[in-house]
C-alpha cells in the first residue's frame, strides 16, 4: 500500500504481510503394552483389537481422553496381542501462521539505511494442536490421556536496523 500523503504513508503504507498454512493429517500409532506380557524378554508389545472400529476423541468434551479404550484389551499372560501396526488414528495439524513487516527509511544515514519492524504471529488462531494421548494401555491412569500439545499463539516482536 503506497499513499501519497508522506504522513499518512509513514504510518499506513509500505506494509508486507506474509501467511504460512499448515495442514496434516494425523499419523496413526500403534496401542502397545507395557512389560513382557508374552513372556519373550521384550516389552511393548500390541495389544488386543476388540472388533470395535478404533477411533480419535475429541479430547476438549472428552476429559482428555482422546481415544476409543473400547477397542482395545489386554492380552491373556504367555500371549502376544492380535493388534496390527499403526490402527489408531493420530491427531493432525491446523496451523496458521502471520506476520505484518513495516520498513521506515532514514535517508540522513543513506540510500540503504532503515528500520524494520517486524510482528510475527505463530499459531494466529490459536488453535489447540493435540499430541497423540499415551498409548500403552495396562497403564490406566494415563491411557488414551492426551498429556501435551503444540505451542499455543506465539507473538514475537523484532526490529532490525539496516545501515
Known amino acids: 500500500?503506497?499513499?501519497?500523503?508522506s504522513l499518512l504513508n509513514t504510518v499506513v503504507g509500505g506494509w508486507q504481510v506474509n501467511g504460512i498454512a499448515n495442514f496434516r493429517?494425523?499419523?496413526p500409532y500403534t496401542i502397545v503394552t507395557a512389560n513382557d506380557l508374552a513372556?519373550?524378554?521384550?516389552?511393548?508389545?500390541?495389544a488386543n483389537a476388540t472388533g470395535a472400529s478404533p477411533r480419535k476423541l475429541d479430547p476438549r468434551t472428552n476429559n482428555l481422553l482422546?481415544?476409543?479404550p473400547a477397542a482395545y484389551?489386554?492380552?491373556?499372560r504367555g500371549t502376544f496381542g492380535n493388534l496390527a501396526r499403526n490402527t489408531q488414528p493420530g491427531f493432525g495439524i491446523n496451523n496458521w501462521d502471520f506476520s505484518a513487516i513495516k520498513n521506515f527509511a532514514i535517508?540522513?544515514?543513506g540510500e540503504g539505511a532503515r528500520l524494520q519492524l517486524r510482528f510475527e504471529f505463530f499459531n494466529v488462531f490459536n488453535h489447540t494442536q493435540f499430541?497423540?494421548?499415551?498409548?500403552?494401555?495396562?497403564?490406566?491412569?494415563t491411557?488414551?490421556?492426551?498429556?501435551?500439545?503444540?505451542d499455543p499463539r506465539i507473538l514475537q516482536i523484532g526490529g532490525k536496523f539496516y545501515w
Open 1 to 5: 500500500l503506497n499513499v501519497q500523503n
Open 25 to 27: 493429517s494425523g499419523m
Open 39 to 46: 513372556n519373550v524378554g521384550t516389552g511393548n508389545q500390541r
Open 66 to 68: 482422546g481415544l476409543d
Open 73 to 76: 484389551s489386554v492380552p491373556a
Open 107 to 109: 535517508t540522513p544515514l
Open 131 to 141: 499430541l497423540n494421548p499415551a498409548s500403552t494401555l495396562n497403564v490406566p491412569a
Open 143 to 150: 491411557f488414551g490421556i492426551v498429556t501435551s500439545t503444540l
